[in-house]
């Protein structure tokens, strides 16, 4: 999400003409990471510019539309695929508390951590939830009779059948 919300924001800052285009590519791109805000927001700062610095309107009012657009159609369509992987606030909640106690690299740590809890968590569960780890096994003989069973015709008989 991160990579793909800040190429998208530095291609159409770059296709409107904007000057800064590092910072708000960089700001959507964080904004991808943690969904508290959407992504739209490091838009804002452009769509300004082109609409009272340079007094072009439908240009800002189209790139704001091009910066929210994405939000509905691309964010649900992976979100849908994703299943069982948590919810994204929780993901940001590792972002911000891997980040909080770690530093910059927490910011990487903090989701794996999340990652490898929510797989333990449902290993434990399928563990729980498995019908055959409750019931032993069924044979028909006991341990020791399939060991010695004797065949039940001597091998002269199998090799004048198999002629």
Sequence with gaps: M?????????LTHTIFGINIVFIPSA????????PFLGTYWAAVPAV???WLAQG?????LLLLV???????FVDTAIYSDISGGG????????VA??????????AI????????LVVASNIYSAMLLSPTASMPTSSPMSWPLQIYRQPRCPPEELRITTE
């Design 66 to 72: 091009c910066h929210l657009l994405p939000t509905y």
């Design 56 to 60: 072009e309107g439908c240009k800002a």
């Design 2 to 10: 991160a990579g793909f919300y800040g190429l998208y924001t530095w």
């Design 97 to 106: 508390g891997g980040a909080y106690y770690l530093g910059l690299e927490g």
């Design 48 to 50: 300004l510019d082109l």
């Design 87 to 94: 919810h994204p606030y929780l993901t940001g909640l590792a």
């Design 109 to 116: 740590i903090g989701p794996i951590l999340l990652c490898i």
């Design 27 to 34: 700001l959507a791109a964080i904004l991808g990471v943690v």
